[in-house]
Each structure stands twice: as structure tokens, then as C-alpha cells.
């Protein structure tokens, strides 16, 4: 017994679906759009993880024209098809599905594939021309039929399922001297070839499609004429073809319902496709019903009819009509059905068939449209069974086995077909990739390939060989959808004991300059010529205010004990303490005001972390070329001794420089390799200031926060890819933790220097200073990139993408990757000598409309904190303290106030700029309180901060258990 018999032992004997009124205009997609566009970009990206039921069908598919070749052989009649492409200039290259992938010889091949995949279901479709030669019964060719009976019992004898396409748009030639579709008798003629191949292939087929997408069938064949039969009559051609299709398909099923069904046990459908269609505003009646017409005319035009009520939906009906009238024609151009004919074709399928394909030009894929149609479905059609029959994305030619666009594309469009069934209760019963291999792609030739398999067509046997999509389909379909990987199940544990707390601003980013400007007229800073020069931010956006933390430090004491932090990390703004970056003049009243910070933060219990470079340099240091100048290297370590001095008893940890990457990079992009230069040799000047004259009497500590990705290689296969990801990581992080850490560059980034020409080396006695000049290792860190081999000669020889299904944030360049953290807290802790680790950045921007219930940073900061728990328990990584960036939402740099990364809402258009606790400051303060994570079963939990006035124990722990 096929497994099919069993599995489907309860459909036996089928009853056809009831009667269901008919569609309203519009229609249900309104529930459906209710139901989803208020969804936040977060809710619809969160990557669901779950599995199918046991015995979902996966597959894979095919069709005749497109993979079979042998187009005349052993007697097979040409179809429409071979018509077409046989004549020159239709088909890109003049190519055609003479030979294609030669399956026809190949049976043996294309089962190895199948096997190798271990998919339990092979959608494949029938050459009506091969078994009848010109379409009708009397030209019965034994040899066709006995290729498909080899085929067949190939997929049985290895447990694959066939799932049958009857008619897969390869009329044959012969039938359409009648005019084919357009011809009532085909539906006859249509009926004697379905009746043969229930009889001869019945016994061991169970799934059977009568027509794929008769949409298209009947729209670019007879209406645009893009498709053979090319007939170009788009005002009625198409309603006559569909109507005589829609008959055709209602009688084959009635044949089988009739002769075959009680003995053969199977299941008859029809495979439509469908875009899903969306309103602008669903707000906006006019868009609304526009948007639902648009399915109502791709996918009611079929399904209405079958599932509903055995006729048009009225959207349609209406449509057509009232135009009609308009044209002054007697009849609608919509023919209409007799009540005769409305029974007989209602409920003529057993389940319900979708495909939705990518088209080649549309990479910008949206997958949650996926979703959307089959909660559509569900609710136009009673609830059936849905099979998604194929679903699939075109890669061009020069992709040949590394297709990491397929890749993304499974990984999303899968997930939002599981979520339409794990979240929403959509009956999806069975998921067809398309395609099998690369084959001929109809109007694209062989210019595109959708398969999972590559096909050499130059080669004339045809190779097939597997493309990391088939791997990656693989493992899919065993895992039976997404289990949560054990590297994204959450860890409960706790910190060590003292662990710091903290979270984090940058100077120019929240005070203010105003108030200071005491020596020189503005711009006193490079941030603030920038800001007031640059267009890229807008004029109202600069740094002039910011947050005005410069006045509100009681503001933001408050907000820190809210968050119950035992540390605060802020940045020294250089020009505010020495006007012209040097020593020449001291600012009192700028020194003043750290004091007044440090002062009041000390008297909360909460801990100065201080940054002495935060980017914002005296603009008169610029003036004589900034860090290009080697003598800035004197004018920091004078300005670190002066803060050191006067702050040192009061503030025990210290940070020099914050980023130098990007500092050298971003800044300086003509020459980054003399910045970073002058960047390690100042840094290690100002420590070797602390270590000299302060340390024995201040007993404080002193590193650099170096800021660096997590790169992994985009084909973790490839070895080219493995090396790219190295060097990204190398170069990021290594650039300034080699010297610093290890002593000198590493030989990977005097390579990259070398090869520059812009040679920055350090002398031996050089390399003996910068050694060792670090307490800890002060670290940032925010995402994880895909990297891959690039010969581009300015930068490290790699470019990077993200993978799709990552969890986007407000910040292009920042995508969720949590795992990732975990990955380079290892690396520092194995590369650079396991020193103690203090996380100095890590946090989420959004750029939506102001919304204080900021869930994805919730789930940033859980799932990122908890890898960091990870590296510590599981790992021994030696963790010390985590910062989160940042406060508050601040001036985030070149992207102005639009990016927010805050855990308070600062209300810009309020003049006295309150900062309001978004719902991550609890979440973030329970974490802090608990120094970790709870398990759920120790909910309720008395180290649990609520937010006042919402006391619902739990929640917040419980949203992403
Ligand atoms: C024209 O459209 C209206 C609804 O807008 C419908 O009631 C009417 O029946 C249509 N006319 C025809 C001839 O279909
Ligand atoms: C470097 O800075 C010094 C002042 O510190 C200045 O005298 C000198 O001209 C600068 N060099 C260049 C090349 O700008
Ligand atoms: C921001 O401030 C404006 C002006 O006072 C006020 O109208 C608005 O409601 C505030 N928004 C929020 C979210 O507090």
C-alpha cells in the first residue's frame, strides 16, 4: 500500500465540500488585512520557529515540456510548446525543450536526485502528446505510456508520492487546428485523456492536478498572447477559455469521482496561482476593493466557482458586466453558467492547490504576502486543505551552485507558510519547491533557473549536481520545518557576583554646546562643523541641544536609577574641557560640570564609566589635520593627564578611545591606516599616563573599546568565503586588539598595509609600548555579517550581505544575530589571551512613529544578554559587565534623530525634553535586578521590576519563553 493510502485512508470515499454562499465585495481579504498590516515590521519579520505536522508532504516539482526533452521521440505528437520554441527569435537564444534536461532518457538520474533529497512527494506532469499523440484517444502511443509507467514505479519503488499534473500546458499542436481551449469540444476531448491516465496510472497515483494555473492559460495565452496558443484578444478570449476550462476540469473530476474514486482512493484538484495584493490604506474603501478585485480576478476567477458556489464572484461579474454595458455589447463578456452547470461545479476539488512563484525580476520578494494569501484562502474557502504546490525563485545563469538568494528565499517563504499554519491555523498540508533542477523556464529559455539542481545544458549529458539550496531543502524537510536551534534556546543563570551593570551615551550625542561655547565661536567641535555644514542631516538636527543632558543630569540620574544600573557610561567631550585641544587653555566650567555628573551619579550608588574620546574632536586639532597629525598623539595624552587629574580620585574606570575602526574608517577614509596609527599610539600613551602617575593612588582601570561584527562566511562550504570571514573579523577587531593585545599588527593587516603602500609600521620600541597597554578588554558589538571573497583593493578583500530572514532593526547596517555575540566573545577570549570582557555597547535602533512598546529591543536585549550569559557559563568567557546603548534616544550621528536607539523616549517636541521609560527599561531593569535570567519556573520572581501602575507578574519573561 502506497503511504498515501493510509495517510489518506479517511478521504476515501470523499464528500464533496459544501455549497458556500458567495464572496461579498469585497470580500473576506478584509479580515485578512485587518488582521495583519497593523503588524510593526517587527511582528512580521520575527522568524517563527516550529515544525509541521508528522507526514507533511514535502516536494519538489517538474513539468513535461520543461524537463523531458525527447520531444519527437518514440512517437510522441508535438504540443503547442514545441511549435513555439522550434521557431526562431521567440525564445531568448533560440532555445527550446527539444532535449532540455533530457529526462526522458534519464529516469534513473532525475530518481537518484529525488532519492538524495529524500523529499516524500514528486510533483511531475503528464505530456498529453506523448501518450496521445494528436490529443485524442485513437492515437494512444504505447511507448509514451511506458515511460511514464517506468517513472512511476521508480517513485514508488522509493517511497516518493507522485503528485500528477494532467495537463501542464503542452496542448497538443494537433488540437489546436481546433482551436483549442477556446473550443467547447476540448472539454471532451480534455475528459477521454484524463479518463486513460486515471486507468492506466491510478492504481498507483493518488494525487491528481488537473490544470496548473489555468489563470495563466487563459490570460497570456488568450489574452496577451505571450504564451502559445499567442492568441491576442484579451477583451473575451480569456472569460471563454477559463469558462471552457473551468467545465473541462469539473468533468474530469466528476470522471474520477464517478469510475475511479471508490477503487483508487485519490485525491483531484487544480493547482491556481496567486500574488497576494495589498490596499495602499485599508482605510480607503476605493483601494480596498480595488486590491480585492485584483485576487478576486487572478485567483476567484477558478477558485470561486470550485470552492464556493460553481460561479463567478460577483467582483468579477460585476466588473466585467458594467464594462460590457459601457462598450454597448448585448452580453456581458463574462459568460455566465446555468444552474446545471453551477452544481456540477461546485466542489470539484478535493483540496485545495496554490502556487506562487518569484518572478525572475521581483528579487524584492515579500514573503509575508505568502502568509497573508493562505489566511485569504482559509477564509474565502472554508477552511480546506491547502497544498502549496509550487513555490520557487529564478537565479540567473551565472549562479551555478552557490545560490544563496534560494537559500534566503526557502528560509523565509517556508517560515511564513508555517506560520499561516502554526499561528493562524491554516490547514497547510504539503509544501512542492519549485523546482527539481534548472530546466527550460518558457519565455526565459535556460537564461534562469529555478531548480535545486544545476543543470550543465552545454554539456550534452546533462549533468545534474546539487546546489547548496538542495542541502539546505534537505535538512528542511528532515527537521520538518524550523526547530529552534539549540544555540537559540535560552539559558537561565545568572551573572557573577559584581558584575556591572550599565548603559550608555556618547557627549555630543546627548549634551549640549550651547552653554559652552566660551573660547570660540562655534563650531567648536569637527561634530558640530559637520552637523551645521553637511546637508545629510537636516537643519533643525545637529548636536547643539541634543538631549541637553549639559542641563538635566538629574533628569538622567533618575532615569538610571529606574533602570537600576550600578554603572553609567558617558564620554568627556575633549573641546568642552580644552576649547582648542590643548593645554593652553583649561575650561573650568566644562570641568566643572563632569564633577557635578560624576558627583551626583556617585551619591545614587551608580559608577562612572568614562570615555575620554568619543569622536568629537577640538575642531582646531582638525584644523591642523586631526588624527593624521602625529603630534595629536602629545595633545591626548596631555588632555587624558589633565581628566585623569582632575576627575582620577572619583572615577575608577576608564576607556580612551571608543571605535577607533571607525574613527579610521568612517572619518578618515583617505588615509585609515595612518589614523589608526596615531589612534593605538595615543591610547597607549594615555594609559602608560594612568599606569605612571595615577594608578598606585587611584587604583582605577583603563582600556580601549574596540567595536567589531561577527562574520561568518556567506557559503560555510567555500573555502574562499571561510577566508573572507576571517579577515573581516581580523580586520575589524584585530586591527587595534593585535597591536594592543598581542603586540604589532598581525601579519593578516601588515599584508593588507603593505599591499597599500601606505606604509604605517611600528618600530620595535613602538611595538614594546603599545603591548600590554590595556586592563580589560573594552568591547561593542551589534551584528553578525555574511561575508564573502571580494578583489577590491581598498578595502579588506571581502564584501558582506545579511542573511534575509535576520530580523531587520532601524539602522541599515544593524540586523538581530544574537549567536553571533556568543561567537566573537569567544574569539576575543582565545585570540587575545582570555582577558576580562566589559561589553561597552550593544543595542537596537527602530526609526517607526514614536511607539514606547519597543518589544523588538526586548527581544534584542534578551537574546543578545543571554548569549553574552552563555559565553560566560557555558563558554568561561570572563564576562564583567555589560553596557547597553543607549539611555536614551540621542543624535545619532549622520542618521540625525531619526534612529533611536534609546531605552527612554526623549520628546523632542516637548521643549522641556522629558525622557519617557520605554517598555525595555523595565525588561532591562529585571535582567539587571535578577544579574540574569530566570527560568520560567521561578516566575513570580521577587528580583522582577514592574512598570508602575502595570503589574502583571511574569509578563515580560513570558513574551519570548
Ligand atoms: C454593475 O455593478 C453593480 C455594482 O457596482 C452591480 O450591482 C450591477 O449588477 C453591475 N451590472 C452588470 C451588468 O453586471
Ligand atoms: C601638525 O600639527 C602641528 C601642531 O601640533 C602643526 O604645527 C603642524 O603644522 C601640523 N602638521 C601638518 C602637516 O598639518
Ligand atoms: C510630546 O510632547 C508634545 C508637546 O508637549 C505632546 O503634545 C505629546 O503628546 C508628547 N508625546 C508623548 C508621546 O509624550
Given at each position: 500500500?502506497?503511504?498515501?493510502?493510509?495517510?489518506?485512508?479517511?478521504?476515501?470515499?470523499?464528500?464533496?465540500?459544501?455549497?458556500?454562499?458567495?464572496?461579498?465585495?469585497?470580500?473576506?481579504?478584509?479580515?485578512?488585512?485587518?488582521?495583519?498590516?497593523?503588524?510593526?515590521?517587527?511582528?512580521?519579520?520575527?522568524?517563527?520557529?516550529?515544525?509541521?505536522?508528522?507526514?507533511?508532504?514535502?516536494?519538489?516539482?517538474?513539468?513535461?515540456?520543461?524537463?523531458?526533452?525527447?520531444?519527437?521521440?518514440?512517437?510522441?505528437?508535438?504540443?503547442?510548446?514545441?511549435?513555439?520554441?522550434?521557431?526562431?527569435?521567440?525564445?531568448?537564444?533560440?532555445?527550446?525543450?527539444?532535449?532540455?534536461?533530457?529526462?526522458?532518457?534519464?529516469?534513473?538520474?532525475?530518481?537518484?536526485m529525488l532519492r538524495a533529497l529524500k523529499v516524500k512527494t514528486y510533483r511531475l506532469s503528464l505530456s498529453w502528446s506523448?501518450?496521445?499523440?494528436?490529443?485524442?484517444?485513437?492515437?494512444?502511443?504505447?511507448?509514451?505510456?511506458?515511460?511514464?509507467?517506468?517513472?512511476?514505479?521508480?517513485?514508488?519503488?522509493?517511497?516518493?508520492?507522485?503528485?500528477?499534473?494532467?495537463?501542464?500546458?503542452?496542448?497538443?499542436?494537433?488540437?489546436?487546428?481546433?482551436?483549442?481551449?477556446?473550443?467547447?469540444?476540448?472539454?471532451?476531448?480534455?475528459?477521454?485523456?484524463?479518463d486513460f491516465c486515471y486507468a492506466t496510472f491510478g492504481d498507483r497515483v493518488k494525487f491528481w492536478i488537473t490544470f496548473?494555473?489555468?489563470?495563466?492559460?487563459?490570460?497570456?495565452?488568450?489574452?496577451?498572447?505571450?504564451?502559445?496558443?499567442?492568441?491576442?484578444?484579451?477583451?473575451?478570449?480569456?472569460?471563454?477559455?477559463?469558462?471552457?476550462?473551468?467545465?473541462?476540469?469539473?468533468?474530469?473530476?466528476?470522471?474520477?469521482?464517478?469510475?475511479?474514486?471508490?477503487?483508487?482512493?485519490?485525491?483531484v484538484s487544480i493547482s491556481l496561482n496567486a500574488e497576494w495584493a495589498e490596499p495602499l490604506d485599508i482605510n480607503v474603501p476605493r483601494e480596498m476593493v480595488a486590491a480585492d478585485r485584483a485576487l478576486q480576478f487572478q485567483l476567484g476567477w477558478f477558485a470561486h466557482p470550485i470552492?464556493?458556489?460553481?460561479?463567478?464572484?460577483?467582483?468579477?461579474?460585476?466588473?466585467?458586466?458594467?464594462?460590457?454595458?459601457?462598450?454597448?455589447?448585448?452580453?456581458?463578456?463574462?459568460?455566465?453558467?446555468?444552474?446545471?452547470?453551477?452544481?456540477?461545479?461546485?466542489?470539484?476539488?478535493?483540496?485545495?492547490?496554490?502556487?506562487?512563484?518569484?518572478?525572475?525580476?521581483?528579487?524584492?520578494?515579500?514573503?509575508?504576502?505568502?502568509?497573508?494569501?493562505?489566511?485569504?484562502?482559509?477564509?474565502?474557502?472554508?477552511?480546506?486543505?491547502?497544498?502549496?504546490?509550487?513555490?520557487?525563485?529564478?537565479t540567473g545563469t551565472a549562479v551555478t551552485v552557490d545560490d544563496t538568494d534560494r537559500i534566503f528565499f526557502l528560509k523565509t517563504y517556508v517560515d511564513e507558510a508555517l506560520k499561516a499554519h502554526n499561528l493562524d491555523g491554516v490547514r497547510v498540508k504539503g509544501y512542492i519547491a519549485s523546482s527539481l533542477m534548472d530546466s527550460f523556464e518558457w519565455l526565459k529559455g535556460y537564461t534562469v533557473g529555478y531548480g535545486l539542481h544545476y543543470v550543465n545544458f552545454k554539456h550534452s549529458s546533462r549533468p545534474r549536481t546539487p546546489k547548496r539550496s538542495a542541502h539546505l531543502y534537505f535538512d528542511i524537510m528532515r527537521n520538518n520545518g524550523f526547530p529552534l536551534p539549540t544555540e537559540?534556546?535560552?539559558?537561565?543563570?545568572?551573572?557573577?557576583?559584581?558584575?556591572?551593570?550599565?548603559?550608555?551615551?556618547?557627549?555630543?550625542?546627548?549634551?549640549?554646546?550651547?552653554?559652552?561655547?566660551?573660547?570660540?565661536?562655534?563650531?567648536?567641535?569637527?561634530?558640530?562643523?559637520?552637523?551645521?555644514t553637511a546637508l545629510k542631516i537636516s537643519q533643525d538636527e545637529n548636536g547643539d541641544i541634543a538631549c541637553d543632558s549639559y542641563n538635566k543630569i538629574t533628569e538622567d540620574i533618575n532615569s538610571l536609577k529606574t533602570l537600576r544600573v550600578n554603572h553609567y557610561r558617558f564620554s568627556i567631550s575633549w573641546p568642552r574641557i580644552m576649547p582648542d585641544g590643548t593645554t593652553r587653555k583649561i575650561n573650568e566650567a566644562g570641568l566643572n560640570y563632569y564633577h557635578r555628573l560624576v558627583d551626583a551619579l556617585l551619591a545614587a550608588n551608580i559608577k562612572p564609566q568614562v570615555t575620554l574620546y568619543h569622536w568629537d574632536l577640538p575642531q582646531a586639532l582638525q584644523d591642523v589635520g586631526g588624527w593624521e597629525n602625529d603630534t595629536i598623539v602629545e595633545r591626548f595624552r596631555d588632555y587624558s593627564d589633565v581628566v585623569f587629574n582632575s576627575l582620577g580620585d572619583k572615577v575608577k574606570f576608564w576607556i580612551t578611545i571608543n571605535e577607533p575602526y571607525n574613527v579610521a574608517m568612517i572619518g578618515h577614509g583617505t588615509a585609515p591606516y595612518i589614523v589608526a596609527h596615531n589612534l593605538i599610539k595615543a591610547h597607549a600613551e594615555a594609559w602608560h599616563v594612568y599606569n605612571d602617575k595615577y594608578r598606585a593612588k587611584h587604583g582605577g582601570?583603563?582600556?580601549?573599546?574596540?567595536?567589531?561584527?561577527?562574520?561568518?562566511?556567506?557559503?560555510?562550504?567555500?573555502?574562499?568565503?571561510?577566508?573572507?570571514?576571517?579577515?573581516?573579523v581580523q580586520f575589524q577587531i584585530g586591527w587595534f586588539a593585535h597591536p594592543v593585545f598581542n603586540g604589532d599588527y598581525s601579519d593578516l593587516m601588515k599584508n593588507i598595509i603593505r599591499e597599500r603602500s601606505l606604509a604605517a609600521e611600528f618600530t620595535p620600541a613602538e611595538v614594546a609600548r603599545i603591548k600590554g597597554t590595556h586592563d580589560y578588554f573594552g568591547f561593542n558589538h551589534y551584528?553578525?555579517?555574511?561575508?564573502?571573497?571580494?578583489?577590491?583593493?581598498?578595502?579588506?578583500?571581502?564584501?558582506?550581505?545579511?542573511?534575509?530572514?535576520?530580523?531587520?532593526?532601524?539602522?541599515?547596517?544593524?540586523?538581530?544575530?544574537?549567536?553571533?555575540?556568543?561567537?566573537?566573545?569567544?574569539?576575543?577570549?582565545?585570540?587575545?589571551?582570555?582577558?576580562?570582557?566589559?561589553?561597552?555597547?550593544?543595542?537596537?535602533?527602530e526609526r517607526e512613529s514614536m511607539n514606547l512598546n519597543d518589544v523588538h529591543r526586548i527581544h534584542y536585549y534578551d537574546n543578545y544578554i543571554n548569549q553574552a550569559l552563555k559565553a560566560y557559563l557555558l563558554d568561561g568567557v570572563d564576562m564583567r559587565g555589560y553596557a547597553a546603548w543607549s539611555l536614551m534616544d540621542n543624535l545619532e550621528w549622520t542618521m540625525g534623530y531619526d534612529e533611536r536607539f534609546g531605552l527612554f523616549y526623549v520628546n523632542r517636541s516637548d521643549p522641556s525634553l522629558p525622557r519617557i521609560p520605554k517598555k525595555s527599561v523595565w525588561h532591562y531593569a529585571t535582567i539587571i535586578n535578577c544579574n540574569g535570567f530566570i527560568s520560567p519556573g521561578e516566575i513570580p520572581h521577587e528580583c522582577q521590576i514592574h512598570e508602575p501602575g502595570i503589574d502583571i507578574p511574569g509578563t515580560y519573561l513570558l513574551i519570548y519563553m
Open positions: 500500500v502506497p503511504p498515501v493510502m493510509q495517510m489518506y485512508g479517511n478521504k476515501i470515499g470523499i464528500t464533496r465540500l459544501p455549497s458556500l454562499p458567495p464572496s461579498e465585495v469585497p470580500s473576506k481579504s478584509k479580515v485578512v488585512w485587518e488582521k495583519f498590516s497593523p503588524q510593526t515590521k517587527f511582528e512580521r519579520q520575527l522568524y517563527h520557529y516550529g515544525t509541521f505536522p508528522e507526514g507533511f508532504h514535502w516536494g519538489v516539482s517538474s513539468s513535461a515540456y520543461q524537463v523531458e526533452g525527447g520531444w519527437n521521440a518514440d512517437g510522441k505528437g508535438p504540443s503547442v510548446w514545441d511549435t513555439f520554441t522550434q521557431k526562431p527569435g521567440n525564445i531568448p537564444n533560440n532555445d527550446n525543450g527539444d532535449v532540455a534536461c533530457d529526462s526522458y532518457n534519464k529516469i534513473d538520474e532525475d530518481l537518484h506523448r501518450i496521445f499523440p494528436n490529443g485524442y484517444k485513437s492515437s494512444h502511443n504505447q511507448k509514451g505510456v511506458d515511460y511514464y509507467n517506468r517513472l512511476i514505479d521508480g517513485l514508488i519503488a522509493n517511497n516518493i508520492t507522485p503528485m500528477v499534473t494532467l495537463y501542464h500546458w503542452d496542448l497538443p499542436q494537433a488540437l489546436q487546428h481546433i482551436n483549442g481551449w477556446d473550443n467547447p469540444e476540448m472539454i471532451n476531448i480534455f475528459n477521454e485523456y484524463c496548473n494555473e489555468p489563470q495563466t492559460i487563459a490570460w497570456s495565452g488568450y489574452g496577451l498572447g505571450q504564451i502559445p496558443p499567442n492568441v491576442k484578444q484579451p477583451g473575451d478570449a480569456p472569460y471563454r477559455v477559463a469558462h471552457n476550462l473551468l467545465k473541462a476540469h469539473a468533468q474530469v473530476y466528476h470522471t474520477y469521482d464517478e469510475k475511479y474514486r471508490a477503487s483508487q482512493g485519490g485525491l470552492f464556493k458556489n460553481g460561479d463567478y464572484p460577483d467582483a468579477m461579474k460585476w466588473q466585467v458586466g458594467n464594462k460590457s454595458e459601457l462598450q454597448g455589447l448585448p452580453n456581458s463578456r463574462l459568460p455566465s453558467f446555468t444552474d446545471e452547470d453551477k452544481a456540477f461545479i461546485q466542489g470539484t476539488a478535493d483540496v485545495l492547490y496554490g502556487s506562487e512563484n518569484t518572478a525572475v525580476n521581483e528579487q524584492k520578494a515579500v514573503a509575508w504576502g505568502l502568509r497573508r494569501l493562505l489566511n485569504w484562502l482559509k477564509e474565502e474557502y472554508g477552511d480546506p486543505e491547502i497544498y502549496i504546490t509550487e513555490n520557487g525563485v529564478a537559540e534556546e535560552m539559558l537561565y543563570g545568572h551573572f557573577p557576583e559584581g558584575f556591572i551593570w550599565s548603559t550608555a551615551t556618547a557627549a555630543y550625542q546627548v549634551q549640549s554646546i550651547l552653554t559652552n561655547t566660551l573660547y570660540f565661536d562655534s563650531p567648536a567641535y569637527i561634530w558640530d562643523k559637520f552637523a551645521h582601570i583603563v582600556g580601549i573599546t574596540i567595536n567589531s561584527d561577527w562574520a561568518e562566511p556567506r557559503n560555510p562550504y567555500k573555502q574562499e568565503d571561510v577566508d573572507a570571514a576571517v579577515r573581516v551584528t553578525t555579517v555574511l561575508a564573502y571573497n571580494m578583489d577590491y583593493k581598498n578595502l579588506e578583500g571581502a564584501g558582506t550581505v545579511a542573511d534575509r530572514t535576520w530580523l531587520d532593526s532601524g539602522s541599515f547596517w544593524l540586523k538581530v544575530t544574537p549567536v553571533g555575540f556568543r561567537n566573537i566573545l569567544n574569539f576575543i577570549k582565545e585570540e587575545y589571551g582570555d582577558p576580562p570582557i566589559y561589553i561597552t555597547e550593544n543595542g537596537v535602533s
